[in-house]
């Protein structure tokens, strides 16, 4: 049903970390891994996928992580306005990601997990865009 776009939700990520590994360095980590793995300049698109199920959202549990998602997304916007990034790294020039609060999370069904593992030569468009973060 997500697939439709019709149901209001989004294909994510959930990642829990455990109590020692929250910190806001990892978090910061997490969020610059995130930009660098997918295309935030494409509003409800993910390379081929293309709907409101496929918008690159960060979904934030604290003020704290907001804050810090913010910042690196203007970190990573700087940098590209100033062309520091290798070229052709994402379709456009503006990051579209919306940072918000964290809700709840519905676990996809079986048949979605693992996709690649099941499909061996199925599509994805996830992959590393620059491999080092912009110095600013």
């Given at each position: 049903q997500v697939c439709t776009g019709s149901t209001g939700h989004v294909e994510v990520l959930n990642i829990e970390l455990a109590p020692k590994f929250a910190t806001?360095?990892?978090?910061?980590?997490?969020?610059?891994?995130f930009f660098q793995f997918h295309d935030p300049t494409t509003l409800n698109r993910q390379g081929n996928d293309v709907g409101t199920q496929y918008a690159s959202m960060i979904f934030c549990t604290s003020e704290q992580q907001k804050?810090?998602?913010?910042?690196?997304?203007?970190?990573?916007?700087?940098?590209?306005?100033?062309?520091?990034?290798?070229?052709?790294?994402?379709?456009?020039?503006?990051?579209?990601?919306?940072?918000?609060?964290?809700?709840?999370?519905?676990e996809a069904h079986d048949e979605h997990q693992e996709y690649l593992f099941k499909n061996p030569n199925?599509?994805?468009?996830h992959r590393f865009r620059f491999h080092d973060w912009p110095e600013l």
């Open positions: 806001t360095e990892i978090f910061e980590d997490l969020m610059k891994f804050e810090i998602a913010a910042n690196v997304k203007k970190q990573l916007q700087s940098a590209m306005d100033k062309g520091s990034l290798p070229r052709a790294v994402y379709q456009k020039k503006t990051i579209e990601t919306a940072i918000v609060d964290y809700t709840t999370f519905y199925g599509y994805c468009n």
